[in-house]
């Protein structure tokens, strides 16, 4: 079984300032890593995903984490933050074989950028 | 074009009711998910479906059944509705059963049971 930790329920941070999101999992077994956004009143879409490779992962908007095996994270970044990426952050793993490319989430952690 | 498309997107109904959720997704995809987000955002699979093929079945009570009556569809059906069902339900695509496929979501159907 997998599962996964977003310590930080809420990030405040003021607009063109850096954030950090952060993802910590448990897997017994080799897993994918993904990091999902939601906008409110939205579906979810894929900001990135981690493979295999680079342990560097660069995404769409100017997001990118890095996987860090050693410690089971995969925290999100980004060097400045806008306004239009205030919605819900959503870490993801999921097994590398026998998991029918199920997704386990975290809980989510609602970005709020601020003038 | 929407991707992956549900109906309705808000559903209220009384409790013990019976009630259906549609998806669709026109992207040529083989594989299809239903997921429910609680009220704190917690997102849980809930079944997919590959080729029509029942493929994942979390712990979900019976009262809900989904049916694939082709790759492009796959509804939600719920029998006997109770207050914990109230939630947002999204479906999803992908290319295929794989891991590491990138999922695609729809935009969500909001279900209130009072």
């Known amino acids: 079984a997998q599962s996964v930790t977003q310590l930080d329920s809420q990030v405040p941070v003021f607009e063109e300032a850096p954030v950090e999101l952060r993802c910590n999992y448990s897997s017994s077994v080799s897993v994918y890593l993904f990091w999902y956004v939601q906008y409110p009143n939205q579906g979810l879409q894929l900001l990135l995903k981690y493979l295999s490779g680079s342990t560097l992962v660069k995404g769409i908007n100017g997001f990118e984490a890095e996987f860090n095996k050693s410690q089971t994270s995969f925290h999100l970044r980004k060097p400045s933050v806008h306004i239009s990426d205030t919605a819900e952050y959503f870490c993801a793993v999921s097994p590398v074989t026998g998991g029918g490319n199920k997704l386990t989430f975290g809980t989510g952690t609602q970005l709020k950028v601020e003038l | 074009d929407t991707a992956v498309s549900q109906t309705p997107k808000y559903l209220v109904t009384q409790m013990g009711n019976d009630k259906s959720i549609k998806c669709e997704q026109n992207l040529g995809h083989d594989t299809m998910y239903w997921y429910k987000q609680d009220s704190k955002k917690f997102l849980k699979i809930m079944f997919s479906?590959?080729?029509?093929?029942?493929?994942i079945n979390e712990t979900v009570p019976n009262r809900f059944s989904p049916k694939s009556p082709d790759k492009a569809h796959l509804n939600l059906h719920i029998n006997s509705l109770e207050l914990g069902d109230s939630a947002v339900y999204f479906c999803?695509?992908?290319?295929?059963?794989?891991?590491?496929?990138?999922?695609?979501f729809g935009p969500g159907t909001r279900l209130t049971v009072l």
């Open positions: 999803a695509s992908s290319q295929d059963v794989i891991a590491g496929n990138t999922q695609y």
């Open positions: 479906y590959n080729n029509k093929e029942l493929i």
